[in-house]
């Protein structure tokens, strides 16, 4: 399955994306996370690109798209409009697939845009009212959280970027499970877009503009943001994909995802961690399948 490339302007800037499938079917919007870009589709589009025209944009930060400097640029509501925009070059409403914080623009987009988005599909990823209860409450999910400060701290893109990007392999291999499918040759790919200028201070700029709250092991937290609760809720059919063994997102992150979406799929990937899509994507793309409506036949 052949990939094609493009960048395209969205309210006056410039994004990346990839594509595979035939433009003549429906559109499915690839939302990429941390600390990925856009070519991390590449595993799982292949296996949905006789059903979808797989879309997968370098979001804001990431990759050859647009990287401004400084952290207000990367508040939600401006990373949700770029896709909203992008959603609208392509004809609404449509399919959106994200992960990780690709998961968190996702939401947004059915959340906020809610005539732009179709179905959802989230894998490994959270809605930002359980996933900030779960933070908040001093548990297993704050534990496994304490990363997130240091991906935060000033001096987080010098730290990461040392020594040929160690502590950010790192990160990626070892605390996020990633070592069993990321090859040398993959790894060097990551490093080239990370060492694209101004780029990994960007990515890391999502982490600074969120305004969760991580409460340290055994000290749980009151102080946090407001949630417009009326305002996030997921109207939509909405599919949650789930690798187990995530060391980073808890099963508890998701807890009480059904008050906020009410037609809610859940889909565990046995054998799977943060990152089914490279581990298993057979399996995911079966479960993406088999959750779709089917189409019609011609008569």
Same mark, same amino acid.
């Given at each position: 399955? +052949?990939?094609?490339?493009?960048?395209?302007?969205?309210?006056?800037?410039?994004?990346?994306?990839?594509?595979?499938?035939?433009?003549?079917?429906?559109?499915? &919007?690839?939302?990429?996370?941390?600390?990925?870009?856009? *070519?991390?589709?590449?595993?799982?589009?292949?296996?949905?690109?006789?059903?979808?025209?797989?879309?997968?944009?370098?979001?804001?930060?990431?990759?050859? +798209?647009?990287?401004?400097?400084?952290?207000?640029?990367?508040?939600? +509501?401006?990373?949700?409009?770029?896709?909203?925009?992008?959603? *609208?070059?392509?004809?609404?409403?449509?399919?959106?697939?994200?992960?990780?914080?690709?998961?968190?623009?996702?939401? *947004?987009?059915?959340?906020?845009?809610?005539?732009?988005?179709?179905?959802?599909?989230?894998?490994?990823?959270?809605?930002?009212?359980?996933?900030?209860?779960?933070?908040?409450?001093?548990?297993?999910?704050?534990?496994? +959280?304490?990363?997130?400060?240091?991906?935060?701290?000033?001096?987080?893109?010098?730290?990461?970027?040392?020594?040929?990007?160690?502590?950010?392999?790192?990160?990626?291999?070892?605390?996020?499970?990633?070592?069993?499918?990321?090859?040398?040759?993959?790894?060097?790919?990551?490093?080239?877009?990370?060492?694209?200028?101004?780029?990994?201070?960007?990515?890391?700029?999502?982490?600074?503009?969120?305004?969760?709250?991580?409460?340290?092991? *055994?000290?749980?937290?009151?102080?946090?943001?407001?949630?417009?609760?009326?305002?996030?809720?997921?109207? $939509?059919?909405?599919?949650?994909?789930?690798?187990?063994?995530?060391?980073?997102?808890?099963?508890?992150?998701?807890?009480?995802?059904?008050?906020?979406?009410?037609? &809610?799929?859940?889909?565990?990937?046995?054998?799977?961690?943060?990152?089914? $899509?490279?581990?298993?994507?057979?399996?995911?793309?079966?479960?993406?399948?088999?959750?779709?409506?089917?189409?019609?036949?011609?008569?």
């Amino acid at each position: 399955m +052949s990939m094609q490339t493009e960048t395209i302007d969205l309210n006056g800037n410039p994004f990346f994306l990839r594509r595979w499938g035939d433009p003549a079917l429906p559109p499915l &919007l690839m939302l990429h996370g941390f600390p990925e870009y856009g *070519g991390a589709w590449a595993d799982l589009a292949p296996h949905l690109a006789h059903r979808f025209h797989c879309i997968a944009p370098d979001q804001r930060g990431y990759g050859q +798209s647009w990287a401004p400097e400084g952290v207000a640029h990367y508040a939600t +509501s401006h990373l949700v409009a770029d896709m909203a925009a992008l959603v *609208g070059t392509l004809g609404t409403p449509l399919t959106v697939l994200g992960h990780d914080w690709g998961a968190a623009v996702a939401y *947004g987009l059915a959340m906020f845009r809610p005539e732009l988005v179709d179905r959802l599909i989230i894998a490994n990823g959270v809605h930002p009212v359980p996933f900030q209860r779960a933070m908040a409450a001093g548990g297993a999910q704050s534990a496994a +959280s304490q990363y997130m400060n240091a991906l935060r701290a000033p001096e987080a893109t010098e730290h990461f970027a040392a020594n040929d990007y160690k502590a950010l392999t790192d990160f990626f291999t070892r605390h996020m499970g990633g070592h069993d499918w990321l090859s040398p040759a993959r790894l060097a790919e990551y490093k080239a877009e990370w060492a694209r200028p101004g780029r990994l201070d960007a990515m890391l700029n999502w982490y600074r503009a969120s305004p969760l709250v991580i409460a340290a092991p *055994g000290q749980p937290r009151t102080d946090l943001p407001d949630l417009p609760l009326d305002r996030l809720r997921v109207r $939509c059919p909405h599919l949650l994909l789930w690798g187990p063994d995530d060391r980073a997102l808890l099963p508890e992150a998701t807890e009480g995802l059904e008050d906020f979406a009410p037609d &809610l799929t859940r889909i565990t990937i046995p054998g799977t961690d943060h990152w089914l $899509c490279h581990q298993a994507p057979d399996r995911v793309a079966a479960a993406i399948l088999d959750w779709m409506p089917q189409p019609e036949t011609a008569r």
